[in-house]
């Protein structure tokens, strides 16, 4: 089973997409965790793309699409994959389409989770992380997840703990802005690329608003 899956920053494309992935025991392939891996191992291919990355743009194409379809290439994928992160725009989509085409790879489903540009930044920027289990589910701006109140002061919803936190990146308005001006765009973004594959594949659109089990369902019940 060869898979995309798309969904802007905010989306919960992350935890779809590993329900996904243990659903049909396909490797989880995500361009951003390559890249970080070779970061940290400073490799050379890490160098050249640190300079991007640490911009908030995307790593240029002639690097990133043979990285990436290298790794399809590896003995984990012969049985499929889940691409998450790639592509990240048109160009990328046209080259992805036509090196499978090539290597006479299907592709089974493109999964796109719809979601508001406002609402994903708020879900992003209304983020709270609780100190005793980052897991534990807080977000002052989602009505089913709005933390707990202890005499007017937040609290978590789950543990009570009444240390809740913000990471420092989904508090920056503008990286988050940043990334979505790529993501919404439809000229040449990523929503260009899903466009692209509306016409080449199947697309399998799920409204990304709802709760985490409620997109799931609605995502796991389109597959045939
Ligand atoms: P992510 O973890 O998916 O948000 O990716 C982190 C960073 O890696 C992005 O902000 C880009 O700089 C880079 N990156 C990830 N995927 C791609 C891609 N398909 N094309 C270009 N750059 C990418």
């Known amino acids: 089973m060869n898979i995309l899956i798309f969904g802007p920053n905010g989306s919960g494309k992350g935890t779809q997409g590993s329900i996904v992935q243990k659903k049909y025991g396909v490797p989880h392939i995500e361009t951003g965790v390559i890249f970080?891996?070779?970061?940290?191992?400073?490799t050379p291919l890490g160098e050249k793309a640190k300079v991007?990355?640490?911009?908030g743009e995307l790593v240029p194409d002639d690097i990133t699409v043979p990285m990436i379809l290298n790794r399809l290439k590896e003995d984990d994928c012969k049985k499929g994959w889940l691409l998450d992160g790639f592509p990240r725009n048109l160009a990328q989509a046209e080259a992805l389409y036509?090196?499978?085409?090539?290597?006479?790879?299907?592709?089974?489903y493109v999964i796109e989770i719809e979601l508001e540009r406002d609402i994903a930044k708020k879900r992003i920027m209304g983020r709270r992380l609780c100190k005793t289990d980052n897991n534990h589910p807080n977000n002052i701006y989602i009505e089913?997840?709005?933390?707990?109140d202890k005499?007017?002061?937040?609290?978590?919803?789950?543990?009570?703990?009444e240390d809740l936190t913000t990471?420092?990146?989904?508090?920056?308005?503008a990286a988050i802005d940043k990334r979505h001006n790529i993501y919404y765009d439809t000229?040449?973004?990523?929503?260009?690329?899903v466009n692209f594959f509306k016409?080449?594949?199947?697309?399998?659109?799920?409204?990304?608003?709802?709760?985490?089990?409620?997109?799931?369902?609605?995502?796991?019940?389109?597959f045939v």
Do not use: H, W, Y
Not at 144 to 148: H, M, T
Not at 167 to 173: L, S
Not at 199 to 216: L, P
């Open 144 to 148: 089913a997840i709005k933390p707990a």
């Open 52 to 55: 991007f990355i640490d911009r």
């Open 98 to 108: 036509s090196a499978l085409e090539k290597e006479k790879m299907k592709l089974d």
């Open 167 to 173: 990471r420092a990146d989904d508090q920056d308005a």
């Open 199 to 222: 016409k080449k594949a199947k697309v399998i659109s799920v409204d990304g608003s709802a709760g985490v089990k409620e997109v799931s369902a609605a995502l796991l019940q389109k």
């Open 151 to 161: 005499n007017g002061k937040m609290i978590c919803r789950v543990c009570s703990c």
């Open 187 to 193: 000229k040449t973004g990523t929503l260009a690329a």
């Open 36 to 42: 970080r891996q070779n970061i940290s191992q400073k």
